[in-house]
Nanobody, 115 residues
């Protein structure tokens, strides 16, 4: 079955960096796009970044220039490098696999940006 396992979250000071990882199994990773979403307390889940099967990225305006999405198809893993973190980036971050008409979520990893 499809599984997505995120890691790399934690507590970081404003201006700091974190790298999130999402390792996938149960499908042919290299042929499908992948996404990172986030959900802050009391807010709707929002799309943060998308990467096509070919590696082309797209970003939400709020993270452009600070976050970088990438993928390693040999490791079945998608990454989110987050730099210049702000308190408003605090959220649970979710990995999402878009498999045609079906979508699968990871369990989420907490990112807290605070001094």
């Amino acid at each position: 079955q499809v599984q997505l396992v995120e890691s790399g979250g934690g507590l970081v000071q404003p201006g700091g960096s974190l790298r999130l990882s999402c390792t996938a199994s149960g499908f042919i990773f290299s042929v499908f796009p992948m996404r990172w979403y986030r959900q802050a307390p009391g807010k709707q889940r929002e799309l943060v970044a998308h990467i096509s099967s070919g590696g082309s990225p797209n970003y939400a305006d709020s993270v452009k220039g600070r976050f970088t999405i990438s993928r390693d198809n040999a490791k079945n893993t998608v990454y989110l490098q987050m730099n210049s973190l702000k308190p408003e980036d605090t959220a649970v971050y979710y990995c999402y696999a878009a498999l045609g008409s079906l979508g699968y979520w990871g369990q989420g990893t907490q990112v807290t940006v605070s001094s």
